[in-house]
């Protein structure tokens, strides 16, 4: 070849910097064609186009990698993918001129797939113009919001439940306001058909009853819901139904439940097949509730329960089945009077009915130790609390371990029992504008339970006084208020929703049941400072047990005077129990101020939640035993018989220890008060005793 300044391709692309691909690619090109120079089967480059080639796709290739990584910009495949269109089908819409204005475009530094030749250009769309600003796919949603994931979307999705704005009906994109705002109730539907379907798919003892036997039930399930009151054979029903809702859905339960066990024992089988219908365990093939007349009940029947259930179980049947057993009777004696033979059979039927009633236990005090379910229950004491809230908070099993704790502190504190837990509603504390708890120049809160939503809905917070809430607690509530206020939907107002919601997007919606405590049995192998049958024991209603144990045993100090009517009815106050007095305290003495309600809470249970800073306060106000034990086993190790006067000090200290050891718990020849005042002048005895050693 005698034209020396011509180069290959490959020389020409390392000259360039410019991979042979890409050069090889863009000297083809209609723009560079003219410096390709053709001898025999062979092509070369002319050396001057390298400067050109060069500049050419710096340019571009430039251009092509702002537009790919702007957040402004879409890809054109991502587009085609969005709208569910091939990339050639959305190119030709582009010829097409439909995208007009919409896009900017790139020329190629590289070679496209060989179906796609003839594209030459990379095309970049507005996102606003694409989106407008409204439209997406779900997992730019699902990136976007806090109230669900991609797989809740997509699963959403597969049910039909997102809808789709008609002209984007067949793409991937949807309407990213729309889908937002249906969330909550979409997560609302999902769950209650998911309930539904659950419940389903247990059968329940009512369930397994056959019709008539279930029509016999709801005939008188609906009587009682409508007011209705057994009044039969000195026997009187109320006529109001505290929680009427739950407490119908209990009576059912118990007395199918009961019919089943009668039913099971009828056909001979002895597995206690339906114990837990959670279960899922189907009913032997010989069950059948054929056997059973309800009105043909005999007291042999009653083996078939007392058998397979203890006999406080007993004593719940037996409250559940009188009532209806003799709203039965109350309307078969009425129909029967016209008719003496119907009169006898009804005589009958009564006595049997009798004779199986008289079988059940009607109160403990009726049963063996045996056959009682005792629960030994558990006091905490102060630092146990907070020890409990610290486990809960490194529980690495756990969902909500700020929930469990928050829960377990409020109960600590205001005394809300277990099964009122998920019906407590944030309005229910007095907020600021700001969504969160509203405190007092002390720092305290106020809660304000009404009584429908209390045990036996009689239960609400004083009247004028409320529910105090301490300050470590108002903290610890405040704090789980922001981490919900973060998890629900921005434009759900804050101050609104149930407090331990089952789903932190829906505020509205309750746990359908009384919360369930699972996390309790992962924490009782913690529980090292309980005895072994305390630890098995152990419940979150300790929570409420300690908090009235705490305020009853603890001396004021500060003021003496607290310690009488003052304490016993701040503690009624707090747990919102109607306040036992005697007929000269109710009816002779003045209620306790606000002022005195404050100063007992204030001095038993407004302590930190922090171990350290718990130790200080406790030890501030005389409260803490257990540093001065040490201090007594420090002055008493050896006895001074130099010294007769400390010998005689540290003697007493001893018989001040050894009495105090002995009065931890109330004796039962003492009272309240006697207790508490002997108790404190021993501690009084010993500080003096300690000061004076350490001068001797």
């Not at 903290?475 to 981490?483: I, M, P, V």
Request: glycine share 4%; with cysteine.
């Amino acid at each position: 070849m005698e034209n020396l300044t011509l180069l290959t391709r490959n020389q020409a692309a390392k000259l360039s910097g410019i991979s042979g691909k890409c050069f090889n690619y863009l000297i083809q090109q209609a723009l560079f064609e003219q410096y390709l120079v053709k001898d025999g089967a062979n092509w070369f480059v002319q050396p001057e186009s390298i400067p050109l080639i060069q500049e050419y796709y710096s340019k571009h290739n430039e251009a092509y990698h702002y537009y790919n990584n702007s957040s402004e910009y879409i890809a054109a495949y991502h587009v085609a993918s969005m709208l569910n269109l091939s990339f050639r089908e959305l190119i030709e819409q582009i010829r097409e001129g439909i995208w007009e204005g919409k896009y900017v475009k790139v020329p190629k530094c590289a070679p496209p797939p060989k179906d796609l030749l003839d594209i030459k250009m990379n095309y970049f769309f507005y996102r606003s113009a694409i989106l407008e600003n409204r439209y997406n796919t779900l997992e730019q949603i699902g990136k976007n919001s806090n109230l669900t994931s991609l797989s809740s979307l997509r699963y959403y999705q597969r049910l039909g439940l997102l809808p789709q704005p008609p002209h984007l009906v067949g793409t991937s994109l949807y309407d990213e306001r729309e889908i937002i705002d249906l969330l909550p109730l979409i997560k609302k539907q999902v769950k209650e058909n998911f309930a539904e379907f659950k419940g389903a798919s247990l059968q329940n003892a009512y369930d397994l009853l056959n019709n008539h036997q279930q029509q016999i039930i709801s005939k008188y399930l609906k009587f009682r819901a409508n007011g209705g009151v057994v009044v039969y054979n000195g026997y009187r029903s109320t006529q109001q139904i505290a929680n009427k809702e739950e407490t119908l859905e209990s009576i059912k339960r118990i007395i199918s439940s009961a019919f089943i066990l009668i039913i099971a024992g009828r056909c001979g089988i002895e597995t206690d097949f339906h114990r837990n219908p959670f279960q899922r365990i189907q009913p032997p093939d010989s069950f059948n509730p054929d056997v059973f007349d309800i009105y043909n009940v005999s007291k042999d029947d009653y083996s078939s329960l007392s058998t397979k259930r203890k006999g406080t179980t007993l004593i719940n049947y037996f409250q559940q089945l009188r009532p209806f057993y003799y709203y039965l009777l109350d309307t078969l004696e009425e129909d029967a009077l016209d008719d003496n033979e119907d009169f006898r059979e009804f005589t009958r039927i009564k006595r049997r009915i009798f004779k199986f009633l008289e079988q059940f236990p009607r109160k403990e005090s009726d049963l063996n130790k045996g056959d009682m379910n005792i629960r030994t229950k558990t006091f905490l004491t102060r630092e146990q609390m907070v020890l409990i809230k610290q486990y809960l908070l490194e529980d690495v099993r756990a969902r909500d371990p700020l929930k469990h704790a928050t829960m377990w502190q409020l109960s600590c504190t205001t005394g809300i029992r277990p099964e009122e837990l998920h019906k407590v509603k944030i309005e229910y504390f007095q907020l600021n504008t700001n969504g969160y708890l509203e405190t007092d120049e002390d720092g305290w809160g106020v809660l304000r339970l009404p009584a429908f939503m209390t045990k036996q809905e009689n239960s609400p917070s004083h009247p004028d006084y409320h529910t105090p809430i301490p300050q470590g607690t108002v903290t610890q509530l405040n704090l789980y208020l922001s981490y919900i206020y973060r998890k629900q939907d921005e434009n759900s107002p804050k101050g609104k929703g149930f407090l331990f919601r089952p789903d932190y997007a829906l505020p509205e919606y309750r746990h359908r049941k009384p919360i369930t405590f699972s996390f309790i049995n992962r924490l009782r192998n913690r529980l090292d400072f309980l005895d072994d049958v305390r630890k098995q024991d152990f419940i979150f209603k300790a929570s409420r047990h300690s908090l009235n144990n705490i305020i009853m045993r603890t001396f004021i100090n500060n003021d003496i005077s607290l310690n009488n009517l003052a304490k016993k009815t701040a503690a009624d106050h707090q747990l919102r129990h109607k306040p036992s007095l005697s007929v000269g305290e109710e009816y002779y003495t003045s209620e306790i101020t606000k002022e005195q309600y404050y100063q007992v809470l204030d001095a038993t249970i407004n302590f930190p939640w922090n171990l350290e800073k718990l130790k200080e306060w406790e030890v501030e106000r005389g409260y803490r035993l257990g540093d001065m034990v040490l201090e007594v086993e420090s002055f008493t190790d050896n006895l001074d018989d130099k010294n007769p006067k400390r010998k005689q000090l540290q003697e007493q200290l001893l018989n001040i220890e050894s009495e105090l050891i002995q009065i931890q718990q109330k004796p039962k020849y003492m009272s309240e008060m006697q207790w508490l005042t002997k108790r404190n002048n021993l501690i009084t005895a010993k500080k003096n005793i300690i000061t004076t050693l350490k001068g001797v």
